[in-house]
Nanobody, 124 residues
C-alpha cells in the first residue's frame, strides 16, 4: 500500500507560480511512475503530467505544456509539480497518483494509488 500526501496548494493571482509536492510513504518510490491530475468543480478529473520511474520521460497535457514542469526526487520519495504563468482555468483540486507500471501514463485508470488532493485557486 502506498500513501500519497499532496501539499503546496493555495490561492495565487493569475500569472503567479506555485509548486506542489507529493510525499510517498514507500521505500520503493523509484519503482513507480507518477502523475498529476486535476479536477475542477463540475468537471471530470483530467490528466496534467506524468513522469517515468527514473524521471527520464515526461508527458504533459497540451493545456499546461510550457508552463508546468513535473519532477521527482527518488531519494526523498517526493514528486513535484512546478506551475508557472497560472491562469484562472488552472483552478482545481490537484491529485498525485502512482502507477506500478513504471512508464508515463495519461489515463487515470492506469494508476493504482491516489492522494487526497490539494486545492489550487487562481484569481483573475
Amino acid at each position: 500500500q502506498v500513501q500519497l500526501v499532496e501539499s503546496g496548494g493555495g490561492l495565487v493571482q493569475a500569472g503567479g507560480s506555485l509548486r506542489l509536492s507529493c510525499a510517498a510513504s514507500t521505500r520503493t518510490f523509484s519503482s513507480y511512475a507518477m502523475g498529476w491530475f486535476r479536477q475542477a468543480p463540475g468537471k471530470e478529473r483530467e490528466f496534467v503530467a506524468s513522469i517515468s520511474w527514473g524521471g527520464g520521460a515526461t508527458d504533459y497535457a497540451d493545456s499546461v505544456k510550457g508552463r508546468f514542469t513535473i519532477s521527482r526526487d527518488n531519494a526523498k520519495n517526493t514528486l513535484y509539480l512546478q506551475m508557472n504563468s497560472l491562469k484562472p482555468e488552472d483552478t482545481a483540486v490537484y491529485y498525485c497518483a502512482a502507477s506500478q507500471v513504471p512508464r508515463v501514463h495519461t489515463i487515470a485508470t492506469n494508476y493504482d494509488y491516489w492522494g487526497q488532493g490539494t486545492q489550487v485557486t487562481v484569481s483573475s
